[in-house]
């Protein structure tokens, strides 16, 4: 997934760790997974009609096993997250 007109995030900034890591135990309650997040690497944000896009680069371990996951996560002007994909 690609977002024109992309925003980029600081990776260190705790709201954008913050979002990675509803993104991560989301995944693992929908997947059954037990993804723990590492670190966001990079990423953007769009804002469109229902919020903000948070589109995150992020490095997870799962089982001793370090991946980079892409994901995007749907922040509503209410504050509600919502996990759109975790590729």
């Given at each position: ?63 001793q096993v370090s ?21």
């Amino acid at each position: 997934m690609r977002v024109l007109d992309e925003t980029p995030v600081d990776p260190n900034d705790p709201n954008v760790v913050g979002i990675a890591k509803f993104a991560v135990d989301e995944r693992n309650k929908q997947a059954q997974t037990n993804f723990e997040l590492v670190k966001v690497n990079a990423g953007g944000t769009e804002v469109i009609l229902d919020g903000t896009v948070y589109q995150l680069n992020i490095s997870v371990i799962e089982s001793q096993v370090s991946t980079t996951r892409l994901v995007a996560i749907l922040v509503h002007p209410d504050g509600s997250k919502e996990l759109m994909s975790f590729e």
